[in-house]
């Protein structure tokens, strides 16, 4: 195992790699385009690992993220976040150079952006399909109308198609929840292409939930899929019932700093600004993390009864039921939320010790 | 105003330097010395605006920071933060250089430290005054006693007295109740100063958290105070009675994206990655930060009764009730928990524009 000095996120490549095989199969299996979302790792070097699979195109939720990866070759990047006319620059200067997909979340954005834009950019839009967070509500017949004619008569924006991200099968709790979300969804998306399938004939339907694209077996129907949290899975897709907790690739290694075994009790150097916040709640108790056995390979997933309670900026709380653990020893700590985590932390360090790189917060 | 593109970071330069004023005069009325905490800010340019008003010793929760403002001049610091002895050779390098205070949280840390040491450290001892993270329990007389005894015996080792940090001060929200719990703190800590001042007569007696650092006057009998949130304040501190809303020196200006006047939502880019995931629940709502009103000079905190409801990677929902935001709109958003923000984000831009650099996660 590699030496462990401070907050350390381990990154267990076979099960990423196995993670990233099965979404690849599915995808090819269902002749579905795979454009899975890199906000999850937001690194190079896991990048490759789809392309080496033959995956073409990517998914980020911002230009700092597009701008990194067309660095590394890919030349037909989605930004899954609305436009934001703000930032015009950084979108002509990819437009330029790569085929870029933006989101039009609301109507007003498409004479904003249209304004500025210089090079013909691909324009979707994002469609509600219950997740309320961003799109156009799918029954605002009227509008939708009007946001496609209007960017079907930019000079520099083709319509590419319609959008949809179901994020409320977050709060799924079993796979028959997840699927019946996701009919919803198709059946919404279907409704759009019926529509707008003869006037545009290139039409993309685009979706993307990791808890769908794990538990489904074929994509019928849709254009591409864009999940983006199964490359590392966590504690909260394995509740889901995205995963199991064997196919979770990510763990922080935390050094024990303190032991407190009368109430129960060691303290990790490992706090929110390496997990992030993001915690779970299970039968009443609040989790940040839980922790796993240590394992000559890396780790094993039969529970230890450990896991951590509190975060503070550096201190991690870990409540210890057996009391087994000593100032010095290392714990591994499955986290509940990846993405957040990944980005919270500079690097990955896989079990064989190597680094692997990924893009820093824009300074 | 600056030009804002994406989220960005900004800080009102005076209300910040009118922080660190008022505490650099309130230490200096109580002839107590003043050793920040930098962990909040991380930056060598806002050390620099506290050496510049006298304060010669800073306090920070990693090596990586110690490291960090070593490089800047500082030559007393004290790593807040339980030992870590997998990091040794870091200890080794700052000690051979500067004068470096550790914080021994367990009896077990005393030996695992002692046996890598090459150059001299000054050891605390972490006294848990009820805050219940860190720290020996005051009663527990006979090991409080064996680890003093154990890092005076230490040939690189000098015991420097008693650190504690009264983190439950963050539950209070009333001035009476934080000076309850000072007092508490005190009573323990000149429990702890009767008993080895005549063995130790340079004993330092250490406190610092920010609520009590705010809403005392004076310091009579500590040696020294560490609060760290202070230089920047914010929406929890407000909460607890430590400060004005209109202290608050924070706030991260966030592109309005999208907007659903349907549900009175706006959609701002600006998410966990940007504030962190750190809330507070008032009224049974709970806010990741509040919306005020941008002026020529900066913000104001009359209220606008917008709120940010809902977070996710790179996302903010804004609870917009009056529906006046549009797509486009710059809102500044106060910070719930200033420290992890700034932890977030790569850098401050003041209110003039410029650029103040801050330490990067470690890679």
Known sequence: MVQISRPTLLLDRKKCLANIDRIVSKANKSDVVLRPHFKTHQSHEIGRWFRDRGVEKCTVSSLHMAEYFAEDGWDDITVAFPVNHHEIEVINRLASKITLNILIASIESVPLIQSGLKHNVNAFLDIDTGYHRTGFAPDNVKEIDEAVQLIDRSPVMRFAGFLSHAGHTYKCRSQKEIKSIHQEEMEIMFGLEN??????????????????????????????????????????????????????????????????????????????????????????????????EKTDKGWSTSSTGSYLKSLSQEHGIVH??????????????????????????????TLEGEKVARLASPV
């Open 195 to 292: 529509k707008y399938r003869s006037a545009f004939k290139d039409l993309i339907m685009s979706v993307g939930d990791t808890p769908s694209a794990s538990v489904l077996d074929r994509f019928e129907g849709m254009t591409e899929i864009r999940p983006g949290n199964l490359v590392f899975y966590d504690l909260v897709q394995e509740r889901i019932g995205s995963c199991t907790k064997d196919q979770i690739a990510l763990a922080m290694a935390c050094p024990v700093v303190a032991v407190y075994p009368e109430r129960n009790e060691a303290i990790i150097y490992g706090g929110g600004v390496h997990f992030s916040k993001d915690s779970m709640t299970i039968d009443d108790r609040t989790s940040f993390g839980e922790v796993v």
């Open 320 to 349: 210890v039921p057996e009391n087994n653990l000593k100032v010095g020893d290392v714990v591994l700590v499955l986290p509940v939320h990846a993405c957040l985590t990944a980005d919270a932390m500079g690097s990955y360090t």
